[in-house]
């Protein structure tokens, strides 16, 4: 039997975390176990939530930029142009603890961007290119926004979000913003129902027509099914019609045993203890340690946050440790 020493929550001094956040960086609110007998600066792959570095946040993991590639919307930037509530794929080491890291890449695509077409404050739901929206005390938003009457936003704006998609669809914002930077649209997500010879395909129920596109950055140079991507280019009654795809930042596939830290919810589960957040499959067995519930609390729209290694196969992440969120 293969024996893994899976993460235990770490009770770390005050003084060692306020000084690891004084020396500025990105805090990814992972908040998930940190393991505490593996080499130092291991190589990680994370997908998490941008935190601030203020205060203590148990847990968080405060990443070195110094010497980091950090790219918003596929251009050059820098980690000031994130906010609190972005997702973000970062690429790097890790320290034992995960107190800190360094961060060799920093990638933040917005989920979506698009016009908001319609408002509902009273559910604190919205939708943007046809895609449902949902808006909760576990979404950041930009400053003329109000989270809880959803005042400053009207049917009409532009509006940039970061999130994690739900069983049915949806999009469980993390960040909502007015958008004044891009003058395009985006969405972020797996390619179905792809005709090759129309050029067109689906992106969560979205159509896309990408016959114009004048940019593919893909790994097989053309869009295939299931792939992840990012496209851009302007909504045209009802379709995407695209000027970029890009692949998207995605931890899977990848090299074996390397660890990968992910947050995400969960949208399906499988009676061979498979595991589902979003694209991201996930496996379960029973050296999976369990914090603020148990393997019984996996089900579909639980939040939760895995830390783990990518099995043989580098397409699963074998989980050692599951934190729930709730």
Known sequence: MNVRIAPATLLVPIALLTSA???????????????STLPADEPVTVIGVLATNNGLVVNDTV???????VRV???????????????????GRIAPFGVTGSADVVVHDADLVGRVEAIDAGSRHIVALGQRVVIDDHTAVGSAIDLTTLDGLSVGDRVSISGFRTADGALAATRVDRDTTMSGDQVVGRISSLDEGDMSFEVHGLPVDYRGAGLIELPTGAPTVGMTIVASGT??????????????????????????IVRGIVTRVSQDSRVFLGDIEVRVDIDTAYTNGDRHDLAVDARLFVDGRIDADGRTILVDAVRFDH
């Open 21 to 35: 956040c004084s020396g500025g960086g990105i805090s990814v609110d992972i908040r998930g176990p940190s393991v």
């Open 63 to 69: 990443y070195d930029t110094g010497a980091a590639v």
């Open 73 to 91: 919307n596929g251009s050059d930037a820098s980690s000031e142009d994130l906010d609190r509530g972005n997702k973000v794929f970062v690429a």
């Open 235 to 260: 909504l045209i009654d009802g379709v995407m019609v695209a000027d970029a795809l890009r692949a998207a930042s995605v931890p899977l596939p990848g090299r074996f045993n390397e660890r990968v």
